[in-house]
C-alpha cells in the first residue's frame, strides 16, 4: 500500500478526528489518531471497514513517554516485515513447538523438566487444534464488545492501517513486536489461519503485546490444551515466563473470549 493509496483510503473516513499518517524511511504505515479515542468509535471505524478498506487497531505505548512508541516514534517498518501469505502456519507451529526451551545444550534433567512443562504433550507437537468456526457477524460483534470495554483505558489511541483484517493489519503497518522469537510476516500467517479456524480478531496492539477477541473459546481443558499448545508455539513467553505450564495456561483459556499475548 503506497502513500498515495492511504491517503485516497482516509479521505473516505471525513468523520475521522485529528490524527496524522505515520511510517519509517517515508514509507507510511498507518493513520493514528492524535487523542484518546471516543467511546464507539472503534467500533464505527469497524463497521466501516467493509466500505473503507482500514482496519482500526486501538493501540498502546510502551510507556507514557511523548514519543508513543512505537506507533510515533518511527519504529514501524512495512518494508522490513515478510508477506504473510509466504508462509504455512502448519508448518510454522511445529517447527517452532521444536525449538521451545533453553537455547544450550540440554541434558537429562532439562529435557525432563521441559517435558513437565508441556505435558502432557512434551516434545510431541499434539498437532493443529480443531477449527471452530462461527459465523462473521459474531465473530466481529465479539471484537465490537472488547473493543467498547478497552476504548475506557487510559493512553490508548485509534489506528487505522489498510488491510483486509487485523493479521494483515499488522504486517502492512511494519509492527515488529515479536521480533525476538519471529518476523510479523511469520506471526501475521498464523493470526490469520486463527481468523479463519477460531474466528479471533485482533483488537489491541502495543509495543509487544497484542490482544485478540476470541467468540468461541473452548469449553474444556482437554480443548483449550490443544489451543494452548498453538499459543505456546506462537508466543512461549506465555508459559516460561508467564504460567509455567502449559496446563496451568490452557485453565485461563477455558471459557475466556480474550487472548492476551507478549513477547520479552
Do not use: K
Request: glycine share 10%; net charge negative; hydrophobic share 45%.
Amino acid at each position: 500500500m503506497n502513500h498515495v493509496d492511504l491517503r485516497r483510503l482516509l479521505a473516505d473516513c471525513p468523520d475521522l478526528p485529528p490524527g496524522r499518517v505515520v511510517g519509517a524511511d517515508e514509507v507510511p504505515a498507518m493513520w493514528v489518531g492524535d487523542a484518546a479515542p471516543a467511546p464507539g468509535l472503534w467500533e464505527t471505524l469497524h463497521r466501516a471497514h467493509p466500505r473503507t478498506g482500514l482496519w482500526p487497531l486501538l493501540l498502546a505505548p510502551l510507556d507514557r513517554s511523548a514519543d508513543f512508541r512505537p506507533w510515533l516514534s518511527g519504529e514501524l517498518s512495512p518494508p522490513a516485515v515478510t508477506d504473510p501469505a509466504r508462509h504455512d502456519p502448519h508448518e510454522l507451529l511445529p517447527t517452532w513447538w521444536d525449538g521451545l526451551g533453553p537455547e544450550e545444550e540440554e541434558g537429562e534433567d532439562e529435557e525432563e523438566e521441559l517435558g513437565a512443562v508441556l505435558a502432557p504433550f512434551g516434545r510431541t507437537w499434539p498437532g493443529a487444534a480443531p477449527s471452530t468456526p462461527v459465523p462473521a457477524t459474531d465473530a466481529d460483534e465479539c471484537a465490537r464488545i472488547r473493543a467498547s470495554v478497552l476504548e475506557s483505558a487510559p493512553n490508548l489511541r485509534i489506528g487505522l492501517v489498510a488491510a483486509p483484517g487485523g493479521a494483515a493489519a499488522l504486517a502492512a503497518c511494519g509492527w515488529t513486536g515479536p521480533a525476538n522469537h519471529a518476523g510479523t510476516g511469520r506471526i501475521a500467517a498464523v493470526l490469520a489461519d486463527w481468523e479463519h479456524r477460531f474466528g479471533i480478531r485482533v483488537v489491541r496492539a502495543g509495543f509487544d503485546t497484542l490482544e485478540l477477541s476470541v467468540p468461541n473459546p473452548p469449553t474444556t481443558r482437554e480443548a483449550a490444551l490443544r489451543v494452548a499448545a498453538e499459543h505456546v508455539a506462537l508466543c512461549p513467553d506465555q508459559v516460561f515466563q508467564g504460567t509455567g505450564s502449559l496446563t496451568a495456561y490452557a485453565d485461563l483459556l477455558v471459557g475466556s473470549h480474550e487472548w492476551m499475548f507478549w513477547w520479552d
